[in-house]
């Protein structure tokens, strides 16, 4: 299995955990959910879907309006499958939720896992968020050693576009610092019931209250 389509099949168990979907709706969440799946098409979809009923993790079933199937066969057309998540699949889904190896560091692996952040274990939330700041940190420090021995072959416009990419990893390392700091403050702090209710971070305790911001995208770093 690529990496990518492990990726993919990570995010549709996660969102069919949410609720039954058929092909369409199921597109439309990863589309606008996911960034990272924008590019990517029905003829990716579909083979992923079958493969996950084949391992037993999903099962097909008919629309939920007989009337709508009737219609559909009238017109020719195939009634919508809506896929559900069996209770092997939401087993295999938390295994999936529960590791923080290497791989969970990647920009699009990490960009999938922090999408489910809030269906996942306050400590395995930690280890993922602390492996990715130190893959970045890494790559950072690349990166400045590199901009430092090529600079002077560059003319500004590359220059820039390296300061660019610095910079955006740069960003991404503060928010994870912010991050992890509230992780860490949820998991320390010993709240009464009162102030538990006053919280509106709610179970998942450890997203910081950005005003006016948004999580950087993984994709914008132009020069890994």
């Not at 084949?54 to 559909?72: H, N, Q, R």
């Not at 889904?93 to 560091?105: A, M, N």
């Given at each position: 299995?690529s990496?990518?389509s ?6 549709v ?19 606008t ?30 629309g939920?309006a007989?009337?709508?199937?009737v ?11 809506v896929?559900?998540l ?9 295994e999936l ?12 692996h990490?960009?999938?896992?922090f ?23 890494e ?10 021995r090529t ?59 950005h ?11 132009i020069?890994?």
């Amino acid at each position: 299995m690529s990496r990518r389509s492990g990726i993919l099949e990570f995010a549709v168990l996660g969102l069919l955990r949410e609720s039954p979907m058929h092909g369409y709706e199921l597109r439309k969440r990863l589309n606008t959910s996911l960034g990272i799946f924008r590019a990517f098409s029905y003829g990716t979809l579909y083979p992923c879907l079958k493969t996950l009923v084949a391992s037993g993790w999903l099962i097909e079933e008919p629309g939920s309006a007989p009337e709508d199937a009737v219609a559909a066969s009238l017109a020719g057309r195939r009634a919508k499958i809506v896929y559900r998540l069996t209770a092997d699949g939401k087993e295999h889904f938390e295994e999936l939720l529960s590791h923080t190896g290497p791989d969970t560091w990647e920009d699009e692996h990490f960009a999938a896992r922090f999408a489910f952040f809030g269906q996942t274990e306050r400590e395995v939330r930690m280890r993922v968020l602390e492996g990715r700041r130190s893959r970045l940190e890494e790559r950072l420090e690349k990166m400045r050693a590199s901009l430092v021995r090529t600079r002077e072959r560059l003319d500004d416009y590359t220059l820039e576009l390296q300061r660019h990419g610095m910079e955006s990893v740069e960003r991404e390392v503060r928010w994870l610092n912010e991050l992890i700091e509230s992780e860490r403050a949820g998991r320390d702090q010993r709240r009464s019931p009162d102030a538990a209710q006053q919280d509106i971070t709610g179970d998942t305790g450890g997203l910081p209250r950005h005003r006016g911001t948004t999580p950087p995208d993984p994709s914008e770093d132009i020069a890994k």
